[in-house]
């Protein structure tokens, strides 16, 4: 019961439904030559499986007892390590290989930062399978086309990768079981050409300020929340045929990775 209550309380929902494991699996189209980062393992279910085809996987758990129950349970396999930390906070740089995937039933409530951090490795990474609410799945993969639910998440990730909406997982398939539905996505790498020097803290700042009030046009928006003067914007819109009073959520990927690329070249 303790442990229960603990794990709730850390946002852990387990997945008890081997056909959705199985589902994820084969979605993450897992070989021998693939290091893996399993974000969350919980008490094992996708464990246990990415055990028969990974050829490395490294186990990343926060919660204390589940990680020591974990290590036991999986101490007679040469080609796993379990570690007992915040994913949020652990320098996994040493495990990265030219081949890993990361994969996780990822907690609810830090989803956002965890799938923010892992866009940090974008290059060693082959492809990224998780398994999030369907609300963060859709902002993820929504594009201008989507409206309001649009937004930052989506540009950051696009930056690096190509989201794809897999399927959605009922909360009957988790104990205990979710108050909301649950949905996979895949991230696959794509090559947009960016600049050697592209600087992509900065590009996350410049995001998260077109963002930050969304009932304001973009260039009001980026005013209000960042050191850039109107005319640079005004500017750099004006070159790109972008309307004026456009709002961030009508702008993809490519119009905010020129747009960064013409406010940067003239500060």
Do not use: W
Request: proline share 3%; with cysteine; charged share 20%.
């Amino acid at each position: 019961m303790i442990q229960n209550k603990r794990s709730k309380t850390l946002g852990q929902n387990f997945l008890i439904d081997k056909n959705i494991v199985f589902k994820i699996l084969k979605a993450a189209e897992i070989t021998h030559n693939d290091t893996v980062i399993e974000i969350g393992p919980g008490k094992g279910a996708l464990t246990d499986e990415l055990i028969k085809t990974s050829g490395k996987i490294i186990c990343v758990e926060i919660d204390n007892e589940l990680a020591a129950n974990l290590a036991d349970k999986y101490s007679i396999f040469s080609n796993i390590t379990i570690v007992n930390e915040n994913f949020i906070f652990t320098d996994i740089s040493a495990f990265l290989t030219q081949n890993t995937i990361f994969i996780g039933n990822l907690p609810y409530s830090v989803s956002t930062r965890i799938i923010s951090k892992t866009l940090l490795f974008n290059k060693f990474i082959k492809h990224c399978v998780f398994m999030i609410q369907k609300e963060v799945a859709q902002r993820i993969c929504a594009t201008p086309e989507s409206g309001k639910i649009h937004g930052a998440l989506s540009i950051l990730t696009r930056a690096h990768f190509q989201p794809e909406y897999l399927f959605d997982v009922s909360s009957n398939c988790f104990s205990p079981k979710p108050e909301v539905i649950s949905s996979v996505i895949k991230l696959m790498p794509v090559n947009r050409n960016l600049p050697g020097d592209f600087n992509y803290n900065l590009f996350e700042k410049f995001v998260f300020s077109a963002f930050a009030n969304k009932r304001k046009t973009l260039i009001n928006s980026i005013l209000n929340n960042s050191s850039i003067n109107k005319e640079t914007i005004s500017n750099a819109l004006l070159s790109l045929n972008l309307n004026p009073d456009i709002r961030a959520e009508q702008i993809g990927i490519e119009g905010f990775l020129k747009m960064f690329e013409k406010i940067y070249k003239s500060l």
